[in-house]
């Protein structure tokens, strides 16, 4: 397959340009040039999706669009509000009519499973969206458009919860093994903090690989199989350390669970979460470690 990719030098992207690159052809959108595997199959176009897309510069045809990139300054708001739009939002609706004209049979986003916010129960795709920031309504605007594409073609929404694993820098998993580390304290609202089920990368990544043989319009969650806290996952790290945890409490703020059903994920997309949770924090940590963490 010829795939357009966007955020390939990232978390997610990074893994997915890897798993892919052996047996399709990947052009993918990056901010700056040397940030991807040197393979003959990976084409680097530097393109800031801040500004309009330059659509001559891109394959004139090809098989399927993922869109895995967003703002790098989705916690700056509202400063950063125009760069979040931009990235989040109109460079989806560029994207998707350049899909369209390059007769991309599929268009795969990457949205994130906080749009439907905290439920009691499991989230299941057809709860009703209840984004409670900037950035998550960016994320579900986006839904919106390319769900308006599913006439040109199979128009794809994946909602990624709490995904985490080697490489990955700056975001909860990561920093909560961090804090463990440095002896800083995890917070907590409640005496748990809150309820998820993460996913490690590579599980995603291979659920993201077979959301590209979809041939109709879907949206599915990606998530792990293993229901954890922030307080147990606080605790499993320090086993893995040997470091205890410091907590700080803050007060209950209500039902804080954000777990979703992986039903339709295994149904449609025939993945089942093969990471232990234990086993992906090990690896985290080690990472981490490594590069320097202690």
Aim: glycine content about 8%; hydrophobic content about 40%.
């Amino acid at each position: 397959m010829r795939i357009l990719v966007t955020g390939g030098a990232g978390f997610v992207g990074g893994a997915l340009v890897r798993r892919l690159m052996p047996d399709h052809e990947l052009f993918c959108l990056v901010r700056k040039d040397g940030a991807l595997p040197d393979h003959p199959h990976v084409h680097s176009i530097v393109q800031d999706l801040a500004a309009p897309l330059e659509p001559d510069r891109l394959p004139a045809t090809v098989d399927a669009v993922v869109h895995l990139a967003q703002s790098r300054q989705f916690r700056k708001f509202p400063e950063q509000a125009l760069d979040i739009f931009k990235v989040n939002v109109d460079s989806t609706a560029q994207l998707l009519d350049y899909g369209r004209r390059a007769r991309a049979r599929t268009f795969v986003f990457a949205s994130s499973g906080g749009v439907c916010g905290y439920q009691p129960k499991p989230i299941v795709e057809t709860d009703f969206p209840e984004p409670n920031n900037f950035y998550l309504a960016s994320k579900y605007a986006s839904e919106c458009l390319v769900n308006a594409y599913s006439d040109h073609f199979a128009a794809v929404v994946l909602r990624y919860f709490f995904v985490y694993g080697e490489g990955q820098r700056g975001m909860f998993m990561p920093g909560m093994v961090e804090r463990v580390l440095k002896g800083e304290p995890v917070l907590l609202s409640g005496k748990a903090g809150i309820t998820m089920n993460p996913i490690y990368v590579s599980d995603a990544v291979e659920a993201t690989v077979h959301a590209l043989d979809l041939t109709r319009q879907e949206t599915v969650n990606l998530a792990g199989a293993e229901i954890t806290t922030i307080l147990d996952l606080a605790e499993l790290i320090g086993r893995i350390t040997g470091r205890p945890p410091i907590y700080k409490h803050e007060p209950e703020k209500g039902p804080m669970k954000m777990v979703a059903s992986i039903e339709k994920m295994k149904l449609k997309l025939g993945v089942a979460p093969a990471v232990p949770l234990k086993d992906g924090l090990a690896r985290l940590v080690s990472d981490l470690t490594g590069a320097g963490g202690r």
